[in-house]
């Protein structure tokens, strides 16, 4: 009896430890597409538009950060801080460009014309920007070595089962610290800053906004600037983690950080960083309870019941039809 009763507390332990490291890799996952996701609730929260390149403008962001990465190693730095610092900057400026110019080359001269025009050419570009790259790049897979090991030990011990062991990686810590930064800085941005005082304007109505002194075209334009950084950030981070990149994962992450942005309320910032959160988990623990070729299934069918049940998402608000 003593045994059996032994056996089963450690099988309710190794379970429980099971989970809490699920959840963390959950949160781990879901910090990565709440980063994309405000990229696209931002853009939509302004012009109403869903801009699908922006998961290929992570992907940019993702393969510039591997070749910053490349190059300083072969420049001899070795300072990792100082390397890793380096290349967060140079992703974010050079795909903040690529975000401006593909708003201003793509997207401006089709704001004013019927919805379906912008939807179809932000296809076609997230089409330009994976062809360009696996022009420029091939269409391998391309590895990067692990930069950040090791992690914090929460939970160890040994059971009849197996060993026992729950750990925070020092990758994941840094992934889910940076989120929390940016989410807290972004907000506080768009609540007590200019432009963001002016991107609500032009939320609202963007041609009051023009005659009230508002310049729009800049308003957008730094949008879409802000969601290509924070884009970077995102692809800076998943090629940290994950440690293999294609031209493909822009597809891929888009599609989840689209449907986390839908899920949480499309417009909304938290709703964005919820939803990303959500999809993230609900990844995971499919993946590690299921099945892993369902894991996508399982999340767009939470989307699906969530908007049928509730259409403007988990903290979306109603859209209103100015007249």
Same mark, same amino acid.
């Given at each position: 009896m003593a045994i059996a009763r032994e056996r089963r507390r450690g099988i309710v332990k190794r379970t429980m430890e099971y989970f809490v490291q699920q959840l963390i890799n959950g949160v781990t996952l879901g910090s990565i597409y709440g980063l994309i996701a405000i990229g696209y609730t931002m853009v939509y929260g302004i012009i109403g538009m869903i801009n699908f390149a922006h998961g290929d403008i992570f992907m940019v962001g993702s393969f510039i950060a591997l070749t910053v990465f490349m190059i300083m190693l072969a420049l001899g730095v070795t300072a990792?801080?100082?390397?890793?610092?380096?290349?967060?900057?140079?992703?974010?400026?050079? =795909?903040?460009?690529?975000?401006?110019?593909?708003?201003?080359?793509?997207?401006?001269?089709?704001?004013?014309?019927?919805?379906? +025009?912008?939807?179809?050419?932000?296809?076609?570009?997230?089409?330009?920007?994976?062809?360009?790259?696996?022009?420029?790049q091939g269409a391998r897979v391309k590895p990067l070595p692990p930069q950040i090991q090791g992690?914090? &030990?929460?939970?160890?011990?040994?059971?009849? &089962?197996?060993?026992?062991?729950?750990?925070?990686?020092?990758?994941?810590?840094?992934?889910? +610290? =940076? =989120?929390?930064?940016?989410m807290a800085a972004f907000s506080t941005l768009i609540a007590k800053t200019e432009l963001g005082r002016a991107q609500r304007a032009c939320e609202q109505d963007a041609k009051m906004a023009s005659l009230l002194g508002v310049n729009v075209d800049r308003t957008i334009s730094l949008t879409f600037v802000m969601g290509a950084a924070l884009a970077a950030v995102a692809g800076v981070m998943f090629l940290l983690y994950y440690g293999v990149i294609?031209?493909?994962?822009?597809?891929? +992450?888009?599609v989840k950080a689209f449907t986390a942005a839908v899920l949480g309320g499309i417009g909304s910032l938290p709703g964005a960083m919820l939803g990303g959160l959500a999809i993230g988990l609900i990844e995971t623990f499919w993946s590690g309870y299921f099945s892993v070729e369902y894991k996508d299934v399982a999340a767009f069918s939470i989307l699906a019941i969530t908007l049928i049940f509730l259409p403007s998402g988990l903290l979306g608000k109603p859209e209103v039809e100015k007249v």
């Amino acid at each position: 009896m003593a045994i059996a009763r032994e056996r089963r507390r450690g099988i309710v332990k190794r379970t429980m430890e099971y989970f809490v490291q699920q959840l963390i890799n959950g949160v781990t996952l879901g910090s990565i597409y709440g980063l994309i996701a405000i990229g696209y609730t931002m853009v939509y929260g302004i012009i109403g538009m869903i801009n699908f390149a922006h998961g290929d403008i992570f992907m940019v962001g993702s393969f510039i950060a591997l070749t910053v990465f490349m190059i300083m190693l072969a420049l001899g730095v070795t300072a990792l801080p100082l390397i890793l610092l380096i290349v967060l900057i140079v992703a974010m400026i050079f =795909t903040s460009a690529w975000g401006w110019t593909v708003e201003r080359i793509a997207y401006r001269p089709l704001r004013g014309s019927f919805r379906l +025009a912008p939807l179809i050419t932000a296809i076609g570009m997230s089409i330009v920007l994976q062809n360009f790259v696996q022009l420029t790049q091939g269409a391998r897979v391309k590895p990067l070595p692990p930069q950040i090991q090791g992690g914090i &030990t929460l939970m160890q011990g040994n059971t009849d &089962t197996g060993a026992i062991v729950v750990q925070l990686s020092y990758m994941q810590i840094i992934i889910i +610290a =940076t =989120t929390v930064v940016l989410m807290a800085a972004f907000s506080t941005l768009i609540a007590k800053t200019e432009l963001g005082r002016a991107q609500r304007a032009c939320e609202q109505d963007a041609k009051m906004a023009s005659l009230l002194g508002v310049n729009v075209d800049r308003t957008i334009s730094l949008t879409f600037v802000m969601g290509a950084a924070l884009a970077a950030v995102a692809g800076v981070m998943f090629l940290l983690y994950y440690g293999v990149i294609d031209f493909y994962i822009g597809f891929v +992450a888009g599609v989840k950080a689209f449907t986390a942005a839908v899920l949480g309320g499309i417009g909304s910032l938290p709703g964005a960083m919820l939803g990303g959160l959500a999809i993230g988990l609900i990844e995971t623990f499919w993946s590690g309870y299921f099945s892993v070729e369902y894991k996508d299934v399982a999340a767009f069918s939470i989307l699906a019941i969530t908007l049928i049940f509730l259409p403007s998402g988990l903290l979306g608000k109603p859209e209103v039809e100015k007249v």
